[in-house]
T-cell receptor, first 113, second 113 residues
């Protein structure tokens, strides 16, 4: 069964600290992996997308990595800000499909001052 | 450029009532999607459309119908609402398939009593 597991479920850090969120998937065949940020009460917003051949992608203070061999991805947030408080969702697209995206349940990040 | 908009933002229904959720996008995107998001679960695809006049079932289509009469609009209908359909509904659109970014609307919160 195609699944996307994220850890931790929730995380609390202090402003200015770094953190890393994890995503493990069993989706096969694999097309691409995306990380989304979802603020409370809002729709998800795309942060990064990586294909099989890419192992790292950055978007400002967000850096995503992908290990397609172990089917693991991570999202590293550097020098966190209060505005980083949100749910971060890992999404994997099934290869050969236009619509079969498997969403993780998300990691809820809280950045405290 | 408003992006993806959803109407209404919030609605309360009684069991058995019907309603239509409207999604509109002004980006000339071909692909549009309806998802539901429930606590403790990842987003799940209800229906999707790959172009004007086309619709297809997603992962959880039962109890819902959709229509895409105009390219910019994607309607989600509940013919006879059930408490199990209490959820937050997100519409998304994408220019084409593949690596294109999916843009989400702000969501519609639906409560069925």
């Amino acid at each position: 069964k195609n699944q996307v597991e994220q850890s931790p479920q929730s995380l609390i850090i202090l402003e200015g600290k770094n953190c890393t969120l994890q995503c493990n998937y069993t989706v096969s065949p694999f097309s691409n992996l995306r990380w989304y940020k979802q603020d409370t009460g809002r729709g998800p917003v795309s942060l990064t997308i990586m294909t099989f051949s890419e192992n790292t992608k950055s978007n400002g203070r967000y850096t995503a990595t992908l290990d397609a061999d172990t089917k693991q991805s991570s999202l590293h947030i550097t020098a966190s800000q209060l505005s980083d408080s949100a749910s971060y969702i890992c999404v994997v697209t099934l290869g050969g499909s236009n619509y079969k995206l498997t969403f993780g349940k998300g990691t809820l990040l809280t950045v405290n001052p | 450029n408003a992006g993806v908009t959803q109407t209404p933002k919030f609605r309360v229904l009684k069991t058995g009532q019907s309603m239509t959720l409207l999604c509109a996008q002004d980006m000339n995107h071909e692909y549009m999607y309806w998802y539901r998001q429930d606590p403790g679960m990842g987003l799940r695809l209800i229906h999707y459309s790959v172009g004007e006049g086309t619709t297809a079932k997603g992962e959880v289509p039962d109890g819902y119908n959709v229509s895409r009469l105009k390219k910019q609009n994607f309607l989600l209908g509940l013919e006879s609402a059930a408490p199990s359909q209490t959820s937050v509904y997100f519409c998304a659109s994408r220019r084409t398939a593949g690596q294109e970014t999916q843009y989400f609307g702000p969501g519609t919160r639906l409560l069925v009593l």
